[in-house]
């Protein structure tokens, strides 16, 4: 059989796979390809925060919430920590079913996730929710959402709206299942690459080199873009959690802003898994009329 033919074949293949496998997200209105369904998402997440937290073991925060377990500042960390996330957790069980009363078929995960909430004692500017709700927040960013004063001190919780924006993103991540497409997308581009891989198998080294690497790069590059997707659509499904929870929208614009200050030179945004920081923080503006109109609806007037 000729290369051509083979490699038709494989591809004719590949679009029936990726075909057969899509589902509709709500929040984007489009089918995206994914094969993990969210029990395996979920089970996959439960193993992963487990070994985190295994890792981290001596790091967390108030590990235990009873009565004198745990000093009194440790505690309004942690329990701030959760209160935002109770909130945001409710918000998206009363979107879910909002989204199903307006006619879109899929499966509502928020209510049956098992969420978790914990707090890691770290440097590290980060925030985590891994498919099946659990959730990790370092105390390393909550300078970057506090008084920004270059200290992590219990005055950054004076004012939460920007914790609220990190976790709402996060809680959006797993609402929409990004984690379990983005491994079904890698599993698709290693699918392709192998077929094109027997395809020219029979190709000069060199050639078949240089075949190789292009198909690589281009194979990069459309995991790129949809990963710089998956964030935005994160952004705007914990924007929409944040108002319904009654934290002030207009805090995410100005978190953006900072998140651009600390971590030294990025790449350009094409080459990055990533939005820029200036591209998240304007589309926060440009979404920001309807947020506000919809936090004034929810929660009372903004002042």
């Not at 918000?91 to 009363?101: N, R, T």
């Not at 498919?131 to 970057?144: F, K, M, N, Q, S």
């Not at 589309?283 to 919809?294: C, G, K, T, Y």
Request: charged share 20%.
């Amino acid at each position: 059989m000729g290369r051509g033919a083979i490699i038709l074949i494989a591809l004719v293949g590949l679009a029936l796979y990726y075909f057969s496998n899509r589902e509709v997200n709500p929040y984007s209105g489009r089918a995206e390809f994914n094969t993990i369904s969210i029990d395996q998402a979920s089970q996959l997440g439960a193993q992963s925060y487990a070994q985190i937290l295994q890792q981290e073991r001596g790091k967390l925060l108030c590990p235990s919430l009873s009565a004198g377990a745990c000093p009194d500042d440790d505690l309004e960390v942690v329990s701030t920590v959760r209160e935002i996330g109770e909130r945001l957790q409710a918000a998206a069980i009363e979107l879910e079913q909002d989204y199903i009363a307006a006619g879109y078929d899929f499966e509502p995960v928020a209510r049956d996730f098992q969420w978790t909430y914990n707090v890691i004692v770290s440097e590290q500017p980060n925030a985590f929710c891994l498919p099946g709700g659990y959730v990790a927040v370092y105390t390393g960013i909550l300078d970057l959402t506090g008084n920004y004063d270059g200290r992590v001190t219990l005055a950054d919780l004076d004012d939460v709206d920007k914790l609220a924006v990190v976790m709402g993103h996060e809680i959006g991540h797993a609402l929409a299942h990004h984690g379990a497409k983005r491994m079904s997308q890698g599993q698709l581009a290693q699918l392709g690459m192998m077929a094109v891989g027997v395809g020219v198998g029979d190709m000069d080294p060199g050639q078949r080199q240089m075949v190789m690497a292009t198909l690589g790069m281009a194979a990069q590059g459309g995991l790129m873009k949809f990963s710089r997707e998956h964030e935005a659509e994160a952004d705007k499904i914990g924007l929409e959690l944040l108002v319904r929870a009654c934290y002030d929208p207009r805090e995410a614009p100005e978190l953006w802003e900072r998140m651009g200050e600390v971590g030294g030179q990025r790449p350009p945004e094409w080459m990055s898994t990533h939005p820029a920081s200036e591209t998240r923080a304007e589309n926060f503006r440009r979404w920001m009329p309807e947020a506000i109109a919809q936090y004034e609806q929810n929660c009372g007037r903004l002042r």
